[in-house]
């Protein structure tokens, strides 16, 4: 049951305790794909989820914008702190708690915020009313994980799968030749680039002309059969402070 498209005494009825966060991002990904990437992935990933689930889960709105100071060279790419993204992700899950929707999964389409979702689903486990736990998708998708860039191969497949509409086919080549091969520029273990553009030329990382719309139903199958799987563990967790 997605909130947004919901009225209040519909949802009032709803027995839950199972909510779903989708977190991405608004950045740059390359030519050929929207600023939007992350957030539609992690979208599409939930909803097929609550779609899939057996029993009603409430699918919130998502989080539009996170932790991408990193790509701040590219044009349209927003960003906040993490403090107050911290805050922000906090205060959603405190408010879908007050109406019994105690249990949430933080669905995550952008690599920039799984620290900071860590540390809070860790802080609103111990201190809130609530448990929360972190779930990226890209890296619940078996050996496909390996293949994960920046507007690459995994990104690109799930858009052109759930969102084909948002992918400029045309600039595929354009992508891939002002991509980079990796993540950063490292030395002795320790990345040294801070901001994205230090290493890509175009903002890509990977070659989004190995993805495809039947990789990305594969890749929305895996992550949705995992996170499914992680709402039968969830669901009878206790909640409380454990102070």
């Given at each position: 049951?997605?909130?947004?498209?919901?009225?209040?005494?519909?949802?009032?009825?709803?027995?839950?305790?199972?909510?779903?966060?989708?977190?991405?991002?608004?950045?740059?990904?390359?030519?050929?794909?929207?600023?939007?990437?992350?957030?539609?992935?992690?979208?599409?990933?939930?909803?097929?989820?609550?779609?899939?689930?057996d029993d009603p889960v409430?699918?919130?709105?998502?989080?539009?914008?996170?932790?991408?100071?990193?790509?701040?060279?590219?044009?349209?790419?927003?960003?906040?702190?993490?403090?107050?993204?911290?805050?922000?992700?906090?205060d959603i899950v405190r408010?879908?708690?007050?109406?019994?929707?105690?249990?949430?999964?933080?669905?995550?389409?952008?690599?920039?915020?799984?620290?900071?979702?860590?540390?809070?689903?860790?802080?609103?486990?111990?201190?809130?009313?609530?448990?929360?736990?972190?779930?990226?998708?890209?890296?619940?998708?078996?050996?496909?994980?390996?293949?994960?860039?920046?507007?690459?191969?995994?990104?690109?497949?799930?858009?052109?799968?759930?969102?084909?509409?948002?992918?400029?086919?045309?600039?595929?080549?354009?992508?891939?030749?002002?991509?980079?091969?990796?993540?950063?520029?490292?030395?002795?273990?320790?990345?040294?680039?801070?901001?994205?553009?230090?290493f890509t030329e175009n903002?890509?990382?990977?070659?989004?002309?190995?993805?495809?719309?039947?990789?990305?139903?594969?890749?929305?199958?895996?992550?949705?059969?995992?996170?499914?799987?992680?709402?039968?563990?969830?669901?009878?967790?206790?909640?409380?402070?454990?102070?």
């Amino acid at each position: 049951m997605e909130l947004q498209t919901e009225t209040w005494t519909d949802v009032a009825d709803v027995e839950t305790n199972l909510a779903l966060l989708p977190v991405g991002s608004t950045e740059q990904h390359g030519p050929h794909a929207p600023l939007g990437t992350d957030t539609l992935d992690a979208e599409a990933v939930a909803e097929r989820s609550a779609e899939r689930y057996d029993d009603p889960v409430v699918v919130a709105p998502a989080v539009p914008v996170g932790v991408a100071e990193e790509h701040r060279a590219f044009s349209g790419t927003l960003w906040t702190s993490e403090s107050t993204f911290r805050s922000y992700v906090r205060d959603i899950v405190r408010s879908l708690a007050s109406h019994g929707w105690d249990h949430v999964v933080l669905v995550n389409g952008h690599g920039g915020n799984i620290d900071a979702l860590r540390e809070v689903s860790g802080r609103i486990t111990r201190h809130d009313e609530a448990f929360a736990v972190p779930f990226t998708w890209f890296n619940a998708v078996g050996d496909h994980s390996a293949d994960m860039g920046h507007g690459g191969p995994l990104e690109t497949s799930l858009l052109q799968h759930t969102n084909p509409e948002t992918v400029h086919e045309d600039r595929l080549d354009q992508a891939a030749d002002g991509g980079s091969d990796r993540w950063g520029e490292w030395q002795s273990g320790v990345n040294l680039a801070f901001d994205s553009d230090e290493f890509t030329e175009n903002g890509v990382v990977g070659d989004p002309r190995e993805g495809s719309a039947g990789r990305g139903e594969t890749l929305l199958e895996l992550a949705t059969e995992s996170l499914v799987d992680l709402l039968d563990e969830i669901a009878d967790r206790p909640v409380g402070p454990r102070e």
